[in-house]
């Protein structure tokens, strides 16, 4: 039951292509969870490791709306950040959180399970509703008989049934930016507007990657950037927030770019230093050796965070970290300009799709 009345508002484009990139991610988790560990810097890294990648299953789970796997990806995070604060652990400390992995890893199959028995039930309904009597008949002996003339039409039907996926992907993916931003800038008291341009550009081997960056971003940007009502029109801006994304190939198709601008109340590079002292991040020497510039990327070290509280959409310091490793892992660049009051600017740029689908594969 849980699992149906989970699936009933979920977009089906967008629930398929969630349940397969999670499949993709509980294949790593558990090789994480398996990996032995025997020193200290070993088992941080096997913490972070986990808590990036149930991040962004828990990301796409509240853009397409499937609560029950935010939930339980949600309670999943709460243990690791509670062996995240130990200062010893063994590979003892980590089965409790095979039981919980376990119970996200069945509730999704009882998803897909659930998804498979609809879709067979709507096609059976189709066809019992379509059928009619001596429709079987003709079918395997219509028309002349000649199956070479049938051919083409179905490899047009198959042609443009891809396309129709594609395309709702495309707009499926504009969709769940639109829906994840409403759904935190509500719980914030905030409005927001996203606008996507380029979006059918991003090649079929960024997808996954692209789509985790775009959910961090605009939790960030709608957490920490985008100002209530209240502060904005005080500010002289809008009453809602805007959130810019564009895609776009470069250098003559052979590479990729993606930007995202928000028009909050931007980076202040004095409190980030604070935040990073005060978190154990840096020393306060090193913190004042910091450019302002150098300041501003330390939102991607794992662990920092300037919310004051732990919700479901911030206070991790697991976000930006995720966009960090993604950008580390195929082989991208990160660009950051903020201007205090008034936005925050990412550009991420990747290299050339061949090297990016050969680096996801390995």
């Known amino acids: 039951m849980d699992a149906f009345l989970s699936i009933l508002h979920v977009d089906p484009n967008q629930l398929s292509s969630f349940l397969d990139d999670s499949d993709v991610a509980f294949k ?9 560990a025997r020193d200290s810097a070993t088992f ?6 986990l808590f990036r990648q149930i991040h962004s299953i828990k990301g796409e789970a509240a853009a397409i709306g499937l609560g029950s796997m935010e939930s339980r990806s949600h309670a999943l995070e709460s243990d690791l950040a509670a062996l995240r604060e ?13 039981t919980k992995f376990d119970d996200l890893v069945s509730h999704s199959q009882s998803v897909r399970d659930m998804v498979t028995k609809l ?3 709507r096609e059976s309904f189709g066809a019992a509703k379509g059928a009619a009597p001596g429709a079987g008949a003709r079918a395997s002996s219509g028309g002349t008989g000649d199956s070479t003339t049938r051919a083409p039409k179905l490899t047009d039907d198959a042609a443009a049934a891809e396309a129709t996926l594609q395309r709702s992907a495309r707009e499926g993916f504009v969709a769940s930016a639109q829906q994840l931003a409403d759904r935190i800038a509500q719980e914030q008291g ?3 507007v996203v606008t996507c341009r380029g979006h059918d550009q991003v090649p079929e081997a960024y997808r996954r990657p692209v789509k985790d960056v775009l959910i961090q971003l605009i939790r960030n940007a ?10 904005r029109q005080s500010q002289g801006k809008s009453s809602e927030g805007h959130i810019r994304i564009n895609f776009e190939m470069t250098d003559g198709g052979r590479a990729f770019r993606m930007q995202c601008e928000d028009d909050g109340r931007g980076l202040t590079p004095d409190k ?17 050796a910091l450019s302002d510039q150098e300041a501003m990327m330390l939102v991607f070290r794992s662990g920092f965070s300037t919310a004051k509280d732990v919700t479901k959409d911030a206070g991790r310091g697991v976000g930006m970290d995720v966009i960090a490793e993604i950008a580390a892992r195929l082989g991208g660049r990160i660009s950051l300009n903020s201007e205090i009051g008034k936005n925050m600017k990412l550009s991420l740029s990747f290299p050339a799709e061949q090297k990016a689908a050969g680096t996801v594969a390995a």
């Open 119 to 121: 879709a067979s039930f």
């Open 28 to 36: 790593m988790i558990n090789a994480t969870l398996r990996d032995p």
């Open 86 to 98: 130990r200062t010893d652990l063994t590979g003892d400390d980590f089965l409790p959180l095979l």
């Open 272 to 288: 980030l230093r604070k935040t990073a002292v005060a978190k154990g991040i840096i020393s306060q020497s090193d913190a004042t």
């Open 44 to 49: 941080r890294r096997k913490i972070d490791g």
């Open 190 to 192: 905030k409005k927001v």
């Open 222 to 231: 709608v957490v920490h950037g985008i100002e209530t009502p209240g502060e």
